[in-house]
């Protein structure tokens, strides 16, 4: 598990809602990070950082949905909840479009901030997991030579062993010693699991 | 020819007129050459014929009784008294000829002398006489004007069509009736009848205007534009009056229906600018009330926590009532710009004016990415203005000024700037002029307005906007106008465009 | 295993089927979703199944080009059915209808899998234009 400690990142122009939020997640002992721009949050952003977003729409400058774009571009996967002193369904619409995770109109009560606020926070952290487990698949892919990627890959198909020979040009024999390689390396306990973890790391669409 | 002379027989051939003497019998006696012409007889035929024969056969018999009847002592039917008659030509024809007849003086047996005036000709003139008093009666009736002539008393002589149809006059007789006191409206009357003695003493050609109400037979006002001159004889002097009349209640009904609709559009525009802030008024005032809500339930939360932070509830409680104090500031100002429409002229400082709108300005300026500048000139005099007016036509400035600034870039869309690095920056000002006045203006660093569109920028529904209504500089300016002022426009530098209007300054007496 | 369905549950295409043409429109029986049947009426296959299953079954088949929820459904809760709905049609547009202004079932809707929601009244054109565009 992660050592930082989770930070939710509130970026408003406002600055009486800036610091009543602040105060706010304070007094759910939560720790905040509060910045005044989306250009300030852009500058100070760190990927490692776990965490979550609560991020205002309208401001000068960058506007919300800009910096989500920008996040998006950048490959970030923080959770972000907007908030905003003036939305309707149009707005709410493309925020979630954009890959926001919530939206929240102001003002609001707290426990209803909190609450959404503890669910980016414990998204974030499975976001994370699945991460090091795919980054973690990943590195063990790297470790197999491409003869026995070539099992890996035929064999996940469904094929069997004899299949698999016939294909490669090669003996059942040696299929199935790099097969056994495969799975060894690859830490899978099953053909299933095996499968489970190719679609894992699969490109989505 | 027995018992005339010779030299009346002269005195004969030279009238025009045809001369018939005859006898006590009714025999012609003397037939002049006029005679001959007219009936188509050569004297000799008809020297010692019975005047019968230039007769109608009608007459004839008449003529006979007439003569027996004058011989017997009776009443002279025809003497001394000219008619009209009809005769006979020789060739059968019948004409007209007006006869007066006369009995020579002096003549035993009595002689009588006929002159005979041959009336086709005046016949014809009447005829043409009375043609052309049609046709003229033509014309006026077909004129879309009211005509009334009246004589100097105020006598009605002379009514046309239209005049008939405006008063509902109908059958009735309105000839001889007094103009004044029988067509104008009671409340207008004194006014009609200085307007009538003022023509009658006009010296001028000019036609004198005035306008009245008429009352027509059913009641209905109507109100006239009348133009009048006086009838003169020719002596100059004036017999009576003769008024032109056109009829423009319609046209001033529309006029009060217009300045009603631009008063109704005024404030729909006043909507429409208001809903355009809506999105601004809206996220301005949800802010206060976030932060209140948050601080209020943070205090909440931190009070029940073993070692409150006593340092940041006080100070988070004194937020929330700045924060509640913001947020009334916010509801005045909109509700100032909400009021009910009368106009309420007072003195006013315009900076106030000025700042009082100027949060809702400033969120619109974020809205679009800019920055909204104040330059107010310290210790101008006071102006007498509609200070909701006057906030609305900044507003409406102001805004364009934007609009304009993010047209260049691109359509500024929801939530979504478009950057540049520069930023908007829209300057109100306000100056004192040379003399005295206060100057307020709104420039702006957009594109300005291109040539036609300057001409052309405070015409109601011209719009350089894609989604312009148009109406909002045109009621601006009206507001303006109505401040005894003018909304001008000057472009500005380096470049842009700037809206500006001088307000006259109330003279402060020294006391 | 991973046979001719691909990763993403949609259907490939062998080249030549059809293009998708059905509209699916769920919601119990209500004025609302009568309107929504009716603006959609310039579509040439619209079908309002009768049961929740049918709904489902219905959405599962590779002809569908989009769901519309146009009403509450009185047999689930929306985000409930959202969710069923989103795990067998990875890619399947899904509109939800919404009364106007309610954005906190709006969000939670599109956090449930919703493709877009649209509030009706007024945006009748909104929506033909959303389902015109999943046909492509």
């Known amino acids: 598990m992660k050592d930082l400690p989770q930070t939710v990142f509130v970026v408003d122009d406002d600055d009486a809602v800036r610091d009543s939020l602040r105060l706010l997640l304070k007094s759910a002992e939560i720790t905040c990070q509060p910045f005044a721009s989306a250009q300030d949050f852009l500058s100070a952003y760190d990927a490692a950082q776990p965490g979550c977003l609560v991020l205002d729409v309208r401001m000068p400058g960058m506007s919300g949905l800009e910096m989500q774009q920008e996040l998006n571009l950048r490959g970030a996967t923080l959770p972000v909840i907007f908030i905003t002193g003036h939305g309707d369904i149009p707005m709410a619409v493309e925020a979630m479009q954009l890959g926001a995770f919530d939206f929240l109109q102001k003002p609001f009560r707290d426990q209803e901030l909190l609450d959404r606020v503890h669910r980016a926070l414990a998204r974030d952290m499975d976001n994370r997991a699945r991460l090091r487990h795919t980054d973690r698949i990943r590195e063990r892919l790297a470790t197999l030579s491409p003869r026995e990627r070539e099992v890996l890959d035929l064999v996940t198909q469904g094929k069997a062993n004899k299949m698999v020979a016939g294909d490669l040009g090669v003996s059942q024999r040696t299929v199935e010693i790099h097969r056994a390689h495969v799975m060894q390396k690859m830490e899978a306990g099953s053909l299933a699991e095996l499968v489970r973890m190719m679609m894992a790391v699969a490109p989505r669409q | 020819m027995g018992g005339v002379s010779t030299d009346v027989l002269a005195l004969l051939e030279a009238t025009l007129d045809a001369v018939v003497i005859m006898d006590d019998r009714g025999r012609i006696s003397a037939f002049n050459r006029s005679a001959e012409e007219m009936f188509g007889y050569r004297a000799a035929d008809a020297l010692g014929r019975n005047v019968n024969m230039l007769m109608t056969s009608a007459d004839r018999g008449a003529h006979d009784d007439h003569l027996r009847r004058y011989l017997g002592g009776g009443e002279p039917h025809i003497l001394g008294k000219g008619r009209d008659v009809r005769v006979r030509h020789r060739d059968g024809s019948e004409f007209s000829v007006f006869l007066s007849v006369g009995r020579i003086p002096n003549t035993e047996p009595p002689q009588f002398v006929g002159y005979l005036h041959d009336t086709s000709l005046r016949r014809k003139a009447l005829a043409t006489l009375e043609r052309e008093r049609q046709l003229n009666r033509l014309y006026l009736d077909l004129a879309q004007v009211m005509l009334v002539a009246t004589d100097r008393a105020g006598t009605i002589q002379l009514v046309n069509q239209r005049a008939v149809r405006v008063l509902k006059l109908g059958d009735g007789d309105i000839m001889g009736r007094n103009w004044i006191d029988s067509c104008v409206a009671p409340d207008d009357r004194p006014v009609a009848r200085n307007a009538f003695r003022a023509l009658l003493m006009n010296s001028s050609d000019e036609p004198l205007t005035c306008d009245y109400h008429v009352r027509a037979s059913d009641g209905e006002d109507r109100f006239i534009t009348w133009r009048g001159v006086a009838l003169r004889d020719t002596d100059e002097v004036a017999t009576g009056v003769l008024l032109s009349g056109e009829d423009v209640t319609d046209q001033r009904r529309a006029e009060s229906e217009a300045h009603r609709a631009l008063e109704r559009m005024n404030s729909v525009s006043r909507l429409a600018t208001m809903g355009e802030m809506a999105a601004g008024i809206s996220h301005e005032l949800n802010q206060p009330l976030a932060a209140i809500a948050n601080y209020a339930q943070a205090c909440a939360r931190l009070l029940r926590l073993p070692a409150p932070d006593m340092p940041e509830i006080s100070g988070a409680l004194e937020q929330v009532s700045g924060q509640a104090l913001r947020a009334g500031e916010i509801i005045r100002r909109i509700r100032s710009l909400v009021r009910n429409e009368d106009v309420r002229r007072e003195l006013q400082d315009i900076n106030e004016l000025i700042r009082d709108v100027h949060a809702l300005l400033a969120s619109d300026a974020r809205v679009h990415d800019g920055r909204l500048e104040l330059d107010l000139t310290p210790a101008l005099p006071r102006v007498t203005v509609d200070g909701v007016q006057i906030q609305q036509v900044l507003m409406n400035l102001v805004h364009n000024a934007f609009e304009a600034q993010a047209g260049e870039l691109g359509r500024v869309e929801r939530g979504r700037e478009v950057r540049n690095g520069a930023g908007f920056e829209v300057r109100i000002a306000t100056r004192p002029t040379e003399g005295g006045d206060v100057e307020v203006s709104v420039s702006d660093l957009g594109p300005g307005l291109a040539g036609d569109a300057e001409q052309r920028i405070f015409e109601p529904f011209f719009t350089t906007k894609p989604t312009g209504t148009g109406l909002g500089l045109a009621i601006s300016r009206s507001i303006i106008k109505a401040h005894d002022a003018r909304l001008g426009y000057r472009a500005n530098q380096p470049r842009g465009a700037c809206f500006f209007f001088v307000l006259p300054a109330h003279l402060e007496t020294t006391q | ?136």
Not at chain 3, 11 to 26: D, K, M, Q
Not at chain 3, 47 to 63: K, M, N, R, V, Y
Not at chain 3, 96 to 120: L, Y
């Open chain 3, 1 to 136: 295993m991973l046979g001719s369905e691909s990763i993403d549950g949609s259907a490939t295409n062998g080249g030549g089927a059809p293009r998708a043409r059905t509209v699916i429109v769920a919601g119990q029986s209500s004025q609302r979703t009568r309107e929504v049947l009716q603006a959609l009426r310039g579509f040439t296959h619209v079908i309002w199944p009768t049961s929740l299953e049918a709904t489902l079954e219905q959405t599962g088949s590779a002809d569908v080009a989009c769901l519309v929820i146009a009403d509450d459904l009185h047999e689930e809760p929306l985000d409930e059915f959202l969710q069923v709905a989103r795990e067998l049609r990875r890619n399947l547009p899904i509109f939800v209808i919404t009364d106007p202004d309610d954005v906190a079932e709006a969000v939670s809707a599109m956090r449930h899998g919703a493709t877009a929601v649209i509030e009706i009244p007024p945006s009748y054109a909104a929506l033909r234009d959303e389902v015109a565009r999943a046909m492509q």
